[in-house]
């Protein structure tokens, strides 16, 4: 199972940016597909989920409203469109899956597959 993501950069305040995972190895159908990320000093934390078969969004709160999880069956990837950018989401961004159980979308430890981190750092 492979799981890579791409698409981080710079970016000034305000501006967007679209981060990309390509996921191979496996189907997904029945798994989340989630975004964490981890600034430099704290602890890795919950940004976005999606299940995947049914397409249901889940968000952290500082993001609602701002970003957009989305997956496209046809070339395996799942995306996180970053709209309004702030300098506190500068971080490393990873994807990662996870078989669905319950509701533990948002609990780090829980997933089973991670990716490489891509890099997002937001200027003032």
């Known amino acids: 199972v492979q799981l890579q993501a791409s698409g981080g950069g710079l970016v000034q305040a305000g501006g967007s940016l679209r981060l990309s995972c390509a996921v191979s190895g496996r189907t997904f159908s029945s798994y989340y597909m989630g975004w964490f990320r981890q600034a430099v000093g704290k602890e890795r934390e919950f940004v976005a989920a999606?299940?995947?078969?049914?397409?249901?969004?889940y968000y952290a709160d500082s993001v609602k409203g701002r970003f957009t999880i989305s997956r496209d069956n046809a070339n395996n990837s799942v995306y996180l469109q970053m709209n309004s950018l702030k300098p506190e989401d500068t971080a490393l961004y990873y994807c990662?899956?996870?078989?669905?159980?319950?509701?533990?979308?948002?609990?780090?430890?829980?997933?089973?597959?991670w990716g490489q981190g891509t890099l997002v750092t937001v200027s003032s």
């Open positions: 999606i299940r995947w078969s049914a397409g249901i969004t």
């Open positions: 990662a899956a996870k078989l669905i159980t319950g509701w533990d979308y948002n609990v780090r430890g829980r997933y089973d597959y």
